[in-house]
């Protein structure tokens, strides 16, 4: 099993910045993505970026040129750092971990932490 734990959330005004971190604990081996996704309320949970071990990043159009992903590989944590904050951005982030071992993957998500984004 991995615990990945988030921190970092808060509230914000429209244009700030916040940064989030994720730590993974527990069977680290074998991690080959972390990233993170988040779900606004009457929303479905929705990818907002995606970092590889090797250092491949994924995101959201709606996040492209605000938010950047990176990760720490020793210490199995990754990070969100959200500038331009807008009020769309408001919703529980949670951390995903994906484990590949042989032809299984595996995903692993955080409890969440909230972000809101208001005047």
């Known amino acids: 099993q991995v615990q990945p734990v988030e921190s970092g959330g808060g509230l914000v005004q429209p244009g700030g910045s916040l940064r989030l971190s994720c730590a993974a604990s527990g069977t680290i081996f074998s991690i080959r993505a972390m990233g993170w996704y988040r779900q606004a309320p009457g929303k479905e949970r929705e990818l907002v970026a995606t970092?590889?071990?090797?250092?491949?990043?994924n995101y959201a159009d709606s996040v492209k040129g605000r938010f950047t992903i990176s990760r720490d590989n020793a210490k199995n944590t990754v990070y969100l750092q959200m500038n331009s904050l807008k009020p769309d951005d408001t919703a529980v982030y949670f951390c995903?971990?994906?484990?590949?071992?042989?032809?299984?993957?595996?995903?692993?998500w955080g409890q969440g932490t909230q972000v809101t984004v208001s005047s």
């Open positions: 970092i590889t071990l090797g250092g491949s990043t």
């Open positions: 995903n971990v994906v484990r590949v071992v042989g032809d299984m993957s595996y995903n692993y």
